[in-house]
């Protein structure tokens, strides 16, 4: 399916209308104009952007001190570190049951006259 073109003008008018009407969502807005959700977002973060109001940085990974660096590694090692223990913890309790299930088998089995 081919994509449709919108003019600069009409994106602009749809980021208008979006950030002129605080009550009305995205998906309202995309309804009114008879385009896609994503197109409507897509244009006001572009115009947004365009006027500096969203940071460079990219959503999931903005821009970070050494501090918050070294912060983060540290804090990464940790649950690296709880996972290991976690994981180790796990395998013991799945013998243990096992173990266990064993047992009772041979305990049934025994008592059954």
Do not use: C
Not at 12 to 37: C, F, I, K, N, W
Not at 42 to 69: C, F, L, N
Not at 79 to 92: F, G, I, P, S, V
Request: glycine share 4%; proline share 4%; net charge negative.
């Amino acid at each position: 399916m081919p994509k449709k073109k919108y003019s600069d003008e009409f994106k602009a008018d749809a980021v208008e209308l979006y950030e002129t009407h605080p009550d009305m969502s995205y998906t309202q807005v995309a309804a009114d104009l008879g385009v896609s959700r994503g197109a409507v977002k897509t244009w006001v973060y572009q115009s947004r952007k365009a006027a500096g109001a969203v940071p460079t940085g990219s959503a999931d990974h903005p821009e970070a001190t050494e501090d918050e660096i070294a912060r983060l590694r540290v804090e990464n090692a940790d649950l690296l570190e709880r996972q290991k223990r976690l994981r180790a913890e796990n395998d013991q309790l799945a013998e243990e049951r096992a173990i266990l299930r064993k047992a009772t088998k041979y305990f049934a089995a025994e008592t059954s006259w």
